[in-house]
């Protein structure tokens, strides 16, 4: 079978006709994928379930409330077409994805908008959120109108479940990792930001107890990270493994580095005029949270402010019990044993 419409189409301009049959083909693709995903086997066997349930895919779990992830999954597997140049932005959900597809952005974009000046500045950073600049592969809006600018995407697929061509064209892949206990506390705080319908929110013993069990969207969380950190070993050329808590330690080193990574280095003159500061400036929580504060927009699934909350390293401590540092630390121990993957935090 093949894809109902030429999937790799670079910032596509269509009529609206086209974008009307585009999106009635891609449903009832969907649809059967639909139906692959109902036999999926899902976390019935956990109370939590009832308000959190999960189907398992290739190995990892997908919220089931968010079903449309799996059945893109499936699509993309069988029918995306990755170009040599095309650039991958790949994190589990709350690891700093924001953050690095403003970065990677900015980088790549750098000579085409301003960010100061004397007149009107026109980067895109400013006025919308970088979830507008960097799509999101396995979305219903990317599947319908695949769209984007310099091959840039971002996925939170698994290592092992990217599409084939993903791998097999030899393209680069941007990998940000992030520790556990403040990936927790993030996907904890924004579960619960979700509900602002006025549902019951959901506890952080009960958001835990998952999490350390794999249970999380994309998960289980440190699987993820495996996945990526072998590939970068595999294929340094190819995968870049980042971690947050680098960047927010050391943002001009790792920005150089991601820079030169995807083929857009710094010259000498910009390392010089303060170029790299520029970007990690626009790019830093401070500025995008105030640009994207005001983000209620009908037209969009969730809000732009969602994304932004404190930005820092370490705050599960205000959160997590002892206990559920411990355990948390422990797994992360024990499965990154003999791997060079550590946290300071
Ligand atoms: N620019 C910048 N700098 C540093 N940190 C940032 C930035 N933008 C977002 N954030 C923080 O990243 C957390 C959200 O994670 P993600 O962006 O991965 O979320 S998502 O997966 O795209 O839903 C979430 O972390 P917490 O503050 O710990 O909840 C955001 O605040």
Redesign the pocket.
């Known amino acids: 079978m093949s894809w109902p419409i030429a999937f790799y189409s670079p910032v596509a301009t269509i009529t609206k006709d086209e974008e009307k049959e585009r999106k009635a083909k891609m449903s009832s693709l969907i649809q059967r994928y639909k139906d692959k995903v109902s036999s999926l086997p899902m976390n019935v066997d956990h109370d939590l379930c009832k308000y959190m349930g999960f189907w398992h895919f290739h190995g990892f779990w997908y919220h089931s409330k968010a079903d449309f992830s799996v059945e893109a999954i499936m699509a993309l597997q069988d029918h995306f077409e990755a170009q040599p140049t095309d650039i991958f932005l790949a ?1 589990h ?7 690095l597809k ?1 970065l990677a952005f900015a980088i790549m974009n750098r000579n085409k908008f301003k960010t100061h000046s004397g007149s009107r500045p026109t980067h895109p950073l400013l006025t919308i959120s970088p ?1 507008d600049c960097v799509p999101f592969m396995e979305s219903e809006s990317f599947l319908n109108n695949p769209s984007f600018v310099n091959g840039l995407m971002h996925t ?1 697929i698994p290592y092992t479940s990217l599409p084939k061509s993903i791998i097999s064209s030899d393209c680069r892949i941007v990998y940000l990792c992030r520790n556990p206990k ?1 990936v927790l ?2 996907y904890w ?2 579960l619960n930001k979700l509900k602002d319908d006025g549902s019951t929110p959901t506890r952080l013993d009960d958001a835990f107890e998952l999490f350390s069990r794999g249970m999380s969207p994309y998960g289980s969380f440190w699987d993820h990270v495996i996945g990526y950190y072998k590939a970068s070993l595999e294929r340094p050329h190819k995968v870049l493994f980042l971690k947050y808590e680098d960047l ?1 330690k050391n943002p001009e080193k790792e920005v150089t580095k991601l820079a030169m990574f995807i083929g857009n280095s710094f010259t000498e003159e910009e390392e010089f005029d303060g170029s790299v500061k520029k970007i990690i400036e626009l ?3 401070e500025n ?2 105030k640009v994207n504060k005001d983000g209620k927009q009908t037209s969009k699934v969730l809000s732009d402010d969602i ?6 390293v370490g ?1 599960s401590v205000n959160y997590l019990t002892n206990e559920m540092i411990q355990t948390l630390d422990k797994i992360t121990n024990e499965k990154f044993d003999g791997l060079n993957i550590s946290f300071e935090a």
């Open positions: 994190s959900p709350k690891s700093g994805t924001t953050w403003a979830h939170h403040d506390t993030s705080h924004f927010k790019c830093g929580f995008l949270s994304y932004f909350r404190k930005g820092i705050d």
